[in-house]
């Protein structure tokens, strides 16, 4: 399996009839079975995907993003340091001029406690995240819900931020 | 990648002895005396915190050697981002041993590492030069890892690169010799991803990276496998595992071992479960003749583990290693005593064959190992199921089939044709993988008869450095 699946022809940006997903992780983070787990799961349910692959240093998930114009971002982390690099990956996107906002979202298990931190979670959302995936049994099938939620692309970025914070249970969808 | 004369060449002149201190040699003792090495994966950031877990762990019921696992900012090469987590007080996931100050790793080490309680360096780097210095400045000469296993599952170096660093880090670590310490370097290779990579491969990556290690001067080496699906195809890898070893490692002057890790990937969520799968490794590593096993706590499923709860799994993985010792010897079952031991399962098993025939394809590629081991990849004579790494091919793909044996779905270049009948191609769906991947933690929970261990168990998280 190749990080790429969607090839990107030079300076065009391809059909789309599904939004285009950028997958990818935190810069500490080396894990990637969440990223080919995810990878399979969006390209079942019919999207593009470009998969980053592990370890993404904040600059290159920007120039990805300039790149591929994701129609979403999500990030995915197990590592323990998650909410803190993704803070960090999410306030360098969104302080990059020439990128509009789109949605993104992250996930997995973002702290080396399994203590819940609602706190932590409103600390990503306001940073940028617009939606944050606690670990637990129902976050597949609230992913897959937030995934169908995404605008279909118009060439431009859906501009609104929907909030779909997942408390630490798990269970509560927006 | 440069080209090194080390890699191409014969080993140096034949130690006279081993020598009697260092990592190996304690491991050698353990073994005449006929007990198994177990050792966890601990880190921690702040260094009283670390000095505990060294502490607990050499203070445990066992015979044990302690682990210094680095935190992830430093295994990326990201020293200043370490620096930060320590100065605002971050929770590191490990010691930043290249950036904490000399006189903290002195204090956190002080009485505890030394001849009879040797500590291994864990890091998952493919850029450790910075990390080989570190450990020797702090006194320590014990370390892992490997060009092709802590490049390719873990980061963005390329392979090239990775190789070229991993050759200048043994020219770090070989030189010890001359100081009358004995450096030693242990694989990762058969570890590859955690899970679902197929165990001939395993075994021949680990087999590679031995032979890499001893080509540019490192003499005292260990070769890893982690514990699988199955237990029947995991004793077969181990011993072909041995068998590779021991045809292809020089034979005077090289001192190696087997460790054996248990189960890296996705863990039972029950305490019953997750005792239960240490329980198994401790058979394995017992009935295969390993030397050395790294254990697991019963909270891998949900969060890095606390110091008491990796003291509680040395304990219980050395309990259960005499126990199986035990039973076997009252059943006459054979036991594996020694590293000269025959192996005790099939010799010319499935896993064997596959594996040596891996092995050969990639000796055969280039006289250079490091070149070779590129050139591998490039063609997919080596390809890791799953592996995102664009060094890897990426066409190889494994399942698991009925009786929770890891088999080849698809071989891509793998020259493994002549061997290996792989299943008709239908590609592994979400759903599949997430099956396979949770195979291991279902199989041990039912056979659990009590609670979830609490909180919920994420079905991607693994055992890999942090």
Redesign the interface.
């Known amino acids: 399996m190749r990080g790429v699946t969607t090839e990107t022809p030079p300076g065009a940006l391809p059909e789309r009839t599904k939004p285009l997903v950028l997958i990818s992780t935190v810069a500490s983070d080396a894990h990637t079975w969440n990223l080919v787990f995810l990878q399979l799961l969006v390209e079942e349910l019919g999207h593009p995907v470009v998969n980053l692959g592990p370890c993404v240093p904040e600059e290159l998930l920007a120039q990805a993003c300039r790149e591929h114009r994701p129609d979403l971002l999500v990030m995915s982390s197990v590592n323990g340091h998650g909410f803190r690099d993704g803070l960090s990956a999410i306030r360098h996107l969104r302080a990059q001029p020439d990128l509009d906002p789109f949605p993104a979202a992250i996930g997995g298990k973002l702290s080396t406690s399994d203590s819940d931190d609602p706190e932590r979670v409103r600390e990503l959302v306001e940073a940028g995240f617009d939606a944050v995936f606690m670990d637990g049994s129902a976050a597949v099938s609230t992913f897959r819900r937030f995934l169908a939620s995404v605008e279909r692309p118009t060439g431009v970025h859906p501009p609104q931020h929907r909030q779909w914070t997942v408390p630490l249970s798990g269970k509560a969808a927006p | 990648m440069t080209s090194a004369p080390a890699l191409v060449g014969a080993p140096a002149a034949p130690a006279a002895r081993p020598p009697e201190a260092g990592f190996a040699a304690f491991v050698r003792r353990a073994r005449a005396r006929g007990e198994l090495v177990v050792q966890p994966r601990m880190g921690f950031g702040s260094p009283a915190l670390m000095r505990a877990g060294l502490r607990a762990t050499r203070d445990a019921e066992a015979t044990t050697v302690g682990t210094l696992t680095l935190d992830?900012?430093t295994?990326?090469g990201?020293l200043a981002?370490a620096r930060g987590?320590a100065a605002d007080g971050?929770?590191l996931?490990g010691y930043p041993l290249v950036t904490a100050a000399a006189h903290d790793t002195r204090w956190m080490l002080g009485g505890l590492a030394g001849p009879d309680f040797p500590v291994q360096v864990r890091h998952?780097s493919a850029v450790p030069q910075d990390i080989f210095r570190a450990l020797v400045r702090a006194g320590l000469d014990a370390t892992e890892g490997g060009p092709v296993s802590y490049c390719l599952?873990?980061?963005?170096v390329p392979l090239s690169t990775s190789l070229s660093n991993w050759t200048d880090s043994c020219l770090i670590l070989a030189p010890l010799r001359e100081q009358g310490r004995e450096p030693h370097l242990e694989t990762f290779g058969g570890c590859m991803?955690?899970?679902l990579c197929p165990p001939s491969q395993l075994v021949a990556i680990s087999v590679l990276e031995a032979l890499f290690f001893t080509r540019l001067g490192v003499r005292s080496v260990s070769a890893s496998y982690a514990q699988q699906t199955s237990p029947e195809q995991d004793r077969e890898a181990v011993a072909a595992l041995r068998r590779l070893c021991t045809e292809l490692l020089p034979r005077d002057s090289v001192d190696w071992h087997i460790v054996i890790y248990a189960y890296m990937g996705v863990f039972p969520g029950t305490v019953g479960g997750a005792r239960a799968l240490l329980r198994s490794a401790a058979e394995l590593a017992t009935l295969t003749g390993a030397e050395r096993l790294i254990v697991k706590t019963v909270v891998e499923s949900?969060?890095?583990p606390t110091i008491a709860e990796n003291a509680d799994a040395l304990e219980l993985a050395a309990r259960s290693a005499e126990n199986v010792r035990g039973a076997a010897k009252a059943l006459g079952a054979r036991v594996d005593d020694a590293p000269t031991a025959a192996p005790a399962t099939d010799a010319d098993s499935q896993v064997y064959q596959e594996a040596a025939a891996l092995v050969e394809a990639v000796l055969n590629l280039d006289a250079d190992l490091g070149r070779a081991l590129a050139h591998a990849f490039r063609c997919g004579y080596l390809d890791i199921?799953?592996?995102?790494?664009?060094d890897n091919a990426?066409r190889a793909r494994s399942y698991l089939d009925t009786a929770g044996r890891l088999q080849w779905a698809e071989l891509g270049s793998l020259p493994l044709r002549h061997l290996v009948r792989a299943r008709s191609a239908a590609p592994?769906?979400?759903g599949e993988?997430?099956t396979a991947?949770g195979y291991v933690q279902r199989t041990f929970d039912s056979m659990a008869d009590d609670d979830p261990a609490g909180?919920?168990?994420?079905?991607?998280?693994?055992g890999?450095?942090?």
Not at chain 2, 385 to 390: D, F, G, R, T
């Open positions: 992830s900012y295994r990326v990201d981002a987590a971050s929770d996931n998952g599952p873990y980061g963005r991803l955690g899970q949900r969060r890095i199921p799953y592996c995102l790494h664009p990426g592994v769906t979400s993988l997430l991947l909180g919920s168990h994420d079905a991607t998280a693994q890999e450095p942090r």
